[in-house]
Structures are given as structure tokens and as C-alpha cells.
């Protein structure tokens, strides 16, 4: 069964400073590695989708990497906002899973001005 | 942003009521998912549809049932429920599956409180 874990459950960080969130998978057989960004009280918005074959990817000041062997993922803030305080949720899908996904129970960051 | 609404947002009832959740869809998107999130647990999958009137268990299926008699919603019941069923409920939908690039769109939830 695959378990998705995120460290650290909280982090709270000076506005500019930049950060790294860590996920770990149990199962490397995966289609795709996806991080979420969930605001309070709202649903989920997909921020970034990395592929198998993929080592990383980027969008703005994020940057998600993919160890696929080592069952590893990071997502890079750069130049933090207090805008980008939310909840950041890693998801696998498991090439056996379909289209499901095994969510992390998440990192809340808090960015403070 | 992905057309998908859910309602109600915000339910509370009582021990032993049937509830009905109801995710509607305007992305003509052929797979649907219905998942809770609680704290220490994340989201986990309750329900998912492969297509109408093509459903499948997640892995907290107890208690709940699912319908999907049109491609664009998605029907969540509990038919007796029960105070550890108070959790929030997300859908989701995508256009493919088992497919690398496949990715969920979520709905806004729905807060379900059972007393």
C-alpha cells in the first residue's frame, strides 16, 4: 500500500526567505508526483504535475523535483510572499492505481510579513 | 479554474439521517472522485466513477454509496450517518486515467457535521 508522508507538518518563515517542503513515497511504481495548494475553507488547486520520466519542474518562483528511486519530492519556494501562506499537499499516482491518487496530509506554511 | 460545484457547502444533521452530497460538472470530464479530509489523515478516497452508472470502491468506502446516472454528476450518499462521517468532502474530476500528464480538479467542498 503506498504511504505518502510530508515534513514538516508546519512551517513558519519570514517574508523573502526561501524554503524547501519535503514528501517521501513508499511505492516508486508511479505515473506522476503532483503538489496542491490548499487555501483555508477552499478546495484544492494543482500547482505542479511531474511525470515519471521527469526530474523536475517549475513554475515561478516553484520549482518541484522528483527522486523517483529514492521515493523523494521537494518543492522549492523562492523569495517567499505572505501570499503564498496555505496548506501544500503532495499526491502520488500509482501506476496500479489508475487514476487515483495517494494524498500526504500536508505542510502549513505560514509566510509572515 | 475547472467547472465543478458541490452542494450543499455547509451540512449539519443528526445521528441516523440519510445525507445526500451532490457534485456537479460542466467539463463533460469522464472520471469523478469522492474523497474526505480530516486532520492526522489527509485525504483518502471514498468513492470513484469510471463513467455512468460505472462506480468503484476507494479505501473508505463503509457507509457510503455512490451514484452517477449522468456523465456530469456525481452523487454521494450516506445512508445512516454517523458522528466519525463529520469530515469535509472534496470531488474531484479528470479527462484521463493512468495517464502521466492526468491530473484531478477539485470542487470548493462540502462541511459535514453529524451531531
Known amino acids: 500500500k503506498q504511504e505518502v508522508t510530508q515534513i514538516p507538518a508546519a512551517l513558519s518563515v519570514p517574508e523573502g526567505e526561501n524554503l524547501v517542503l519535503n514528501c517521501s513515497f513508499t511505492d516508486s511504481a508511479i505515473y506522476n508526483l503532483q503538489w496542491f495548494r490548499q487555501d483555508p475553507g477552499k478546495g484544492l488547486t494543482s500547482l505542479l504535475l511531474?511525470?515519471?520520466?521527469?526530474r523536475e519542474q517549475t513554475s515561478g518562483r516553484l520549482n518541484a523535483s522528483l527522486d523517483k528511486s529514492s521515493g523523494r519530492s521537494t518543492l522549492y519556494i523562492a523569495a517567499s510572499q505572505p501570499g503564498d501562506s496555505a496548506t501544500y499537499l503532495c499526491?502520488?499516482?500509482?501506476?496500479?492505481?489508475?487514476?487515483?491518487?495517494?494524498f500526504g496530509e500536508g505542510t502549513q506554511l505560514t509566510v509572515n510579513p | 479554474d475547472a467547472g465543478i460545484t458541490q452542494s450543499p457547502r455547509h451540512k449539519v444533521t443528526e445521528t441516523g439521517t440519510p445525507v445526500t452530497l451532490r457534485c456537479h460538472q460542466t467539463e463533460n470530464h469522464r472520471y469523478m472522485y469522492w474523497y474526505r479530509q480530516d486532520p492526522g489523515h489527509g485525504l483518502r478516497l471514498i468513492h470513484y466513477?469510471?463513467?455512468?452508472?460505472?462506480?468503484d470502491k476507494g479505501e473508505v468506502s463503509d457507509g457510503y454509496s455512490v451514484s452517477r446516472s449522468k456523465t456530469e454528476d456525481f452523487l454521494l450518499t450516506l445512508e445512516s450517518a454517523t458522528s466519525s462521517q463529520t469530515s469535509v468532502y472534496f470531488c474531484?474530476?479528470?479527462?484521463?486515467?493512468?495517464?502521466?500528464?492526468?491530473?484531478?480538479?477539485f470542487g470548493p467542498g462540502t462541511r459535514l457535521t453529524v451531531l
Open positions: 474531484a474530476i479528470t479527462k484521463l486515467a493512468g495517464v502521466s500528464t492526468d491530473t484531478q480538479y
Open positions: 511531474i511525470q515519471s520520466s521527469q
Open positions: 466513477s469510471y463513467g455512468v452508472k460505472d462506480t
Open positions: 499526491a502520488v499516482m500509482g501506476e496500479t492505481s489508475g487514476s487515483r491518487l495517494t
